[in-house]
């Protein structure tokens, strides 16, 4: 299958050092695409079924391989897009840059933490020299504002507890 004859979610050819957004069931899985069909990306060996694999398993890794693979079988059966999402904010680096820090990080074992260290940092430094994941930065925020709210509901049982016990209180 050619890497074009799969499912797009743009229309859009990727050119080398363009980002994969790759769509899995609840998260994106991010690649750099080398050109001639192929892309670099981070893979946890601990996700069962390899690079297709929609598998949260990946949070317990600790580490990663830094992988070239024909970008049809990192896709698999899930959809993608050309994602140079922050073109707009950061300097892309020199094509050739990119692709030359990307070769020549294949085949390394790396650290893997889900919250810092993932496969959308990766692409992004590789990219933009800079560590950025836009997914992390929407659960942190999301984990913050659960328990700012966890919070409140916490202050607000706390002082319905104290009327209550103030009322008990009167009422002997």
Same mark, same amino acid.
């Given at each position: ?7 797009? +979610?743009?229309? #859009?050819?990727?050119?080398?050092? %363009? /980002?994969?957004? !790759?769509?899995?069931? &609840?998260?994106?899985?991010? *690649? /750099? +695409? /080398? ?13 069962? &079924? ?20 024909? =970008?049809? %079988? ?11 999402? +922050?073109?707009?904010?950061? %300097? ?5 840059? !990119?692709?030359?820090? $990307?070769? #020549? *990080?294949? &085949? ?22 800079? #560590?950025?994941? #836009? ?6 925020? $999301? =984990? ?11 202050? *607000?049982?706390? !002082? $319905? +507890? ?11």
């Amino acid at each position: 299958m050619s890497e074009y004859a799969m499912s797009y +979610y743009y229309s #859009e050819k990727p050119k080398p050092g %363009d /980002l994969i957004e !790759i769509f899995r069931t &609840g998260y994106s899985h991010w *690649a /750099l +695409y /080398l050109g001639n069909g192929y892309v670099v990306h981070l893979a946890p060996p601990c996700e069962i &079924g390899g690079a297709t694999a929609s598998s949260i398993v990946s949070v317990y890794c600790e580490k990663a391989i830094i992988k070239k693979e024909r =970008l049809c %079988d990192v896709v698999g059966d899930s959809q993608y897009r050309v994602n140079n999402k +922050y073109d707009k904010k950061y %300097d892309p680096l020199p094509v050739d840059i !990119i692709l030359k820090k $990307a070769k #020549e *990080a294949i &085949g390394e074992e790396v650290p893997y933490k889900l919250m810092s260290q993932n496969c959308e940092h990766f692409v992004t430094r590789l990219r933009y020299d800079i #560590e950025k994941s #836009e997914q992390v930065d929407i659960a942190k925020a $999301a =984990l913050g504002t659960a328990a700012g709210v966890l919070g409140v509901i916490g202050i *607000a049982g706390a !002082i $319905a +507890y104290m009327f209550s016990k103030n009322e008990r209180h009167r009422e002997k």
